[in-house]
């Protein structure tokens, strides 16, 4: 990711029903994601892709992210050629990713950024060739596929340490290819805001550049854990006035010592590349 750039909100809407997606920006969602895989049946498919062609010819249409069915559904050819002309789609998830070949072919056929979806244990193990796709804008997984696949306990500390591990790998291969860094999987339980709060500033302190949201209630208590106490942007504006002053290497704000990396966490955390 690059210097200064904020951690950013992704909130799920279901494909069939896109009038959803101003209501998702108005209530503060940084980046929108309307879906055409899990969150709708298979029955209402057709029908959704023609909402969404509606929508992008719209004269208020914004950008937006758009879930495919998976590499190995019937349905994904149909979905890139539809990617093509659906011009308001400025990037697509691509879910159970596991081959980067899958990546790259998707990017070249629609010319737009990728964001793959680790959700199976091929796609875990594939990690250090996924990640060096071409097109590929940044990692995210799921949770709950995992889960499934894997017969984790969700919820406990043993499925945790699975998911920490998988969080780490995320985060280098991600630095290792400079990707945007890894987008937090869902917290499934929208009434749960201590534990989404506990989440949050978890994937907030371990790196991660952005969460997946499914429910509108989650976004504006995301977004406020993701802004800067007053004391640390306090801080971090006295190290920057500071180091525009001081032409050696080390010196000493506050009592604590600042050197570069300070100086780019600073940076970084009042979003000045």
Known sequence: MQEGCAPKIFLFVP?????LIANAFGIGADEVVVDWEDALAEADKDQAALDLAAYCGSSGARGIWLRTNSADSSRFPR??????????VKGVFLPKAERPADITSLHLACGKPVIALIETAKGI?????????QGLHALSYGCLDLTNELGLNFGTPAAGTFFNHLRIELLLHSRLNGLFPPI?????????????????EFWRDIGFGGMLCIHPKQVALAKILLQPTPESAAFAEKVLSAAEQNRSGVFQVDGKMVDAPVIARAKKLLGRG
């Open 15 to 19: 494909g069939n029903r896109t009038d």
């Open 79 to 88: 979905d890139c050629e539809a990617l093509t002309e659906l011009s308001a």
């Open 125 to 133: 193990l594939n990690l250090p060739q996924i990640a060096f796709a």
């Open 184 to 200: 937090e999987t869902v917290f499934p339980d929208f009434s749960d805001d201590d534990g989404l709060r506990r989440h949050t």
